[in-house]
């Protein structure tokens, strides 16, 4: 009967099956870390050699154009002109270069704004003398364009202002007029419209009372909106919102404002 020291001693590995296992452990092992290598190396490599991202994508992104303000707080106003029951509106739109555009308009429920004046103050977005017609066309709703034609000047508070009016408004129930004046020494420009009264001559008169009645209520740091307007104040006159028939009726020429309002 057989021991257990001779039972152990015929179920030990043999020496040369334990060489082959410490081999293959030794493969395995060496090839694994050759694996880790090799990966390594791959990642590099891909790093290395991955085409580069466009150059915008690396820069800022482009600050945006004009954005309308949330809650404008309103630093001019129009007093004491009849707008015939239409819903007065306020809106500010700013532009990251400095612009900023103050809009007053007036309209019903559901018609295109009857009167509007925007005072934009320049930036360095535009050029200092930018052509008002083109957008005074967009903002009528004409939205054809249609080339400006002069339409005489008129007399304001602000001096002599240039009116325009566009050939192709078949569309309105009113003849319209716009209106653009820049002053160069506070970089702005007041520009609007009207299409509130029945005749030409009435729609000049509308517009001189609108201009003569835009008052400020504050322009903060603008020292030099603030003496623009404090010397138009100064030569601020009369203005009559429905002359009669036969002072200037239909003309282009330039009336002077007569009467009280």
């Known amino acids: 009967m057989a021991t257990l020291p001779d039972l152990l001693k015929h179920t030990e590995i043999h020496p040369a099956l334990r060489r082959v296992t410490d081999e293959v452990r030794a493969v395995v092992t060496r090839l694994m870390a050759y694996a880790g290598g090799l990966a390594a190396l791959a990642f590099i490599a891909a790093d290395l050699f991955a085409p580069a991202l466009p150059l915008a994508a690396n820069e800022p992104q482009a600050r945006p154009g004009w954005f309308e303000v949330a809650k404008p707080h309103p630093a001019f106003t129009v007093v004491q002109v009849d707008f015939s029951g239409k819903t007065g509106a306020y809106s500010i739109r700013r532009h990251p270069e400095g612009g900023r555009k103050d809009v007053l308009s007036w309209a019903s429920t559901v018609e295109q704004p009857t009167a509007e004046i925007e005072i934009f103050r320049l930036g360095g977005e535009t050029p200092e003398n930018a052509p008002p017609a083109p957008d005074l066309a967009i903002r009528m709703g004409l939205l ?8 005489g000047m008129i007399d304001s508070k602000f001096g002599p202002v240039g009116l325009i009016r566009f050939p ?49 209520l504050g ?43």
Not at 145 to 151: D, F, I, N, R, V
Not at 219 to 232: I, P, Q, V
Not at 237 to 242: D, E, K, M, P, V
């Open 219 to 261: 322009a903060g740091n603008d020292t030099k909106m603030a003496e623009l307007f404090a010397r138009a104040e100064l030569k601020r006159g009369t203005c009559n919102a429905a002359p009669a028939l036969g002072d200037w009726a239909g003309s282009l020429q330039e009336p002077q404002l007569r009467g009280r309002f």
């Open 144 to 151: 054809g364009g249609g080339e400006a034609e002069a339409a």
């Open 168 to 216: 192709a408004q078949e569309s309105k129930t009113k003849p319209c007029l716009g209106f653009a004046k820049s002053f160069d020494s506070a970089r702005v420009q007041i520009t609007g419209f009207a299409c509130q009264a029945d005749t030409i001559a009435a729609q000049r008169a509308f517009i001189g009372c609108m201009l003569n009645r835009l008052t400020l």
